[in-house]
């Protein structure tokens, strides 16, 4: 007979430690799974938007989220290691080997997700994980499960979304890493930084922050598609500003501003990943909340609705002048060489809904498109994507659309 039983009964009696009462090794294990989700309370989730997928605040599974258990009386980590990255057991994780003494839980922000790594690091300079720990834990004796939720917060905001969007499309991606900070770009704001991984300002700096997980997604497009492009940036400049009234007047990159065709590009196809990230591509119609306060769409100097489709027109009442496709050429003119990022969103989706091409066709069509070789004042993007869409096998296909949206000039 072994002694398990005896010190298990013993336990009870005395109320000690099973350790103690059985030194050279573990007196009885308890195994236990746990289960990590992520709290989270986005801004645009909402159904008036119009999207399918993290349309409420519930909780996130934490799929393949690292999870770690540390003993506290000896600051030993007794568990390191990743959730399952979905099936039954998504965002939860074997632990065995415990026993009633006291552990924290640390739920780390990183998560192993679709074959790829997502890490939110503090800041540039100290590269570190943030942690939501629970600080005093006891797993139950009889095992079975334990869930925890962490707190709200700008990296649970982040990893939720991000690991949503990877599970949606890997992207032709695998074994990289993809790094988000909590931390303000150099020049303000949200942005890709030149080191190759993302800023995402803090809620507590930027009115635009990970609260929008419109703007994760739209970040974390920048990233993507720069892997995509074996980590080379995409050449293009906001520089341009159009001679007219009916168009941005050059103050920086808006969803409707007429730019050089590389800038256009370069930012609708980031907003094209944020709405494949949050719509069902089997279904036609696709709600994009744009992280703006408003957009002036027919350039009356009054704001309108922000919370648009991608398919169709902006918002039939808000902007009757604008209709579901080329918006460059019915408001700002078609100029040659120029464009405007919301056809390019259009473009992305009608590929992906009307034709079914795979995202990460979408993405070699990028890479092959050489955007790194891109003239700045936009000449040539047009015809190198469709040279690109040709060698992927999807010529026909992709002109048709780019000409329908407007993006083939
Ligand atoms: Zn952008």
Redesign the pocket.
Known sequence: MSRRPLAWKSLGRLGLCAGVLAPGGPAFAIDVELCARYAVDYADADAAVGDDYLTDNDEVLASGVRIQVVRNSDSAIVFDGNADDGGADDGCVAVTGLTTTNYSVRVLSTAEVAGNTLKVWNNDSSNVLHAWVDPFWVPPLGGGTETFTTSLGDPWRILATATHAMHRSDAGLSGENLVFYTQECSGGGS??GGNGRVYLCPSATCSNNPHNKTLVG??MG?LVFFLGNGKDFTSFSYAYTPGTSDSDGGSG?RINSEEYQGAAA??GI?HFWAAFAFNDDTESDCGFDYYASSVDWDYDSFGEEDQISCEGAPDSSGAPTVDGADYHGDVCGGTADKGVEYDWLRLGWDLVSDESIPMEDIVDIWDLADPDAWNTNGSGVAEAMSDAADTVGWGAEYDYWADFNGTDR
């Open positions: 942005c890709l739209h970040e920048h990159h370069n930012e980031a």
